[in-house]
């Protein structure tokens, strides 16, 4: 098989002012649909979450179900096959953002909860389900720095005197148990300041980016799942980091002698992940957690025959944007068992990653606002 090294290409300077204007076209034109959002803030463990529900969400068209690439390759080429659809190959351009190099493209993502959500996908056909190349994180941590560098328009002045404004949140979905949806490798780009939207000022005041946070044991501790985050920077090697992250938190789910034998990959060669994982990257902190569900039952009370009884309502399923302390219901019913019974959502998050052998469960979290 051919080596695919590839180096990491050059970002735009002016990225947030492409995306926003980009997206704004496009809604207008329906090629993005925005759901807006009610939201509302639950304490786990007294860690701001957001929980958010789109009213218009159950509407959703429903686009055509990725089929997954065959685990071969191709006999004439090399290299992996192509599903039968593929949202991120050659897209439309009302949907690109940008063509970095040869590589990677930046593309709006097609159904939007949180404005300005925009995806870098690689332009060649790799898989969702192998590890990270050297060029996929350092393309996400130029655009990171792109937006730090860059002042905002439009959203109360300059950022330059508010960091918070030109912060920007990406996130991988690695495995079924992640939330993945897609098999074209692709990560996920959201502003903070986007992510915000919704909150009262006290509300965006007590909520930041739990990526952010968790280089602080105190809060890691109070996490229902086992995350692993170090610290990075300008000129860090995010290769290094991400593969030591992704080795302990395969160590998490098999054990660290079968987490050990894994076979070497040549230089280059594509390396199938071992586990489920969602990864988080912001300008200081990366962060792999380890899945082994997507999502688990919501329920809530009721009466049958004079009893008490528990009825599911639907399902939470969570993917990378749990690492920011935010989670998506997709039903009314969901959204009021959530909000009456805030504690669920502790629960459900200690089902969906590995038990976190420090967690202290209090005997009741509580609802911080609502809509």
């Not at 639950?42 to 009213?55: D, T």
């Not at 990725?66 to 090399?78: D, I, K, L």
């Not at 096959?81 to 993502?109: Q, R, W, Y």
């Not at 920077?233 to 995010?238: K, S």
């Amino acid at each position: 098989m051919p080596l695919r090294v590839r180096m990491a290409p050059s970002v735009p300077a002016n990225l947030p002012d492409l995306v926003r204007s980009a997206f704004r076209r496009a809604v207008a034109s329906r090629d993005v649909l925005f759901f807006p959002t009610h939201v509302t803030l639950i304490a786990v463990n007294s860690i701001p979450f957001q929980l958010r529900f789109s009213p218009s969400l159950a509407n959703k068209p429903r686009a055509p179900l990725p089929a997954a690439p065959t685990t071969e390759p191709s006999a004439a080429t090399g290299q992996p096959k192509k599903p039968a659809f593929d949202p991120f190959d050659n897209p439309a351009e009302a949907m690109l953002v940008a063509s970095l190099g040869t590589s990677h493209n930046l593309i709006l993502n097609k159904f939007a909860i949180v404005p300005e959500h925009f995806i870098l996908a690689t332009k060649a056909f790799e898989e969702q389900t192998d590890l990270l190349s050297r060029a996929d994180l350092e393309a996400a941590y130029a655009c990171i720095q792109a937006y730090h560098a860059y002042a905002e328009p439009g959203l109360d002045g300059p950022t330059h005197d508010d960091p918070s404004k030109s912060e920007l949140y990406v996130f991988y979905n690695s495995g079924p148990a992640s939330g993945s949806s897609q098999p074209h490798r692709h990560l996920q780009l959201l502003p903070v300041a986007r992510m915000r939207e919704g909150l009262n000022p006290d509300e965006a005041g007590a909520w930041d980016v739990l990526a952010n946070r968790l280089l602080d044991p105190d809060v890691a501790r109070r996490v229902p799942f086992q995350t692993f985050a170090e610290r990075i920077g300008p000129g860090a090697d995010l290769e290094t980091v991400y593969l030591r992250l992704y080795q302990r938190a395969c160590e998490a789910v098999l054990g660290s002698q079968e987490a050990a034998a894994a076979p070497a990959s040549a230089a280059g060669e594509p390396r199938p992940a071992k586990i489920d994982y969602n990864l988080a990257m912001t300008r200081d902190v990366l962060v792999v957690a380890p899945r082994v569900a997507e999502g688990s039952a919501v329920t809530r009370a009721a009466e049958e025959a004079g009893e008490t009884v528990r009825k599911t309502v639907g399902t939470l399923a969570l993917n990378g944007t749990v690492l920011a302390g935010t989670a998506l219901v997709k039903s009314e019913a969901e959204w009021d068992a959530l909000r009456a019974e805030p504690e669920q959502l502790l629960e459900l998050l200690g089902r969906v990653g590995v038990p976190n052998v420090y967690h202290r469960r209090p005997r009741r979290s509580s609802s911080m606002s609502s809509v």
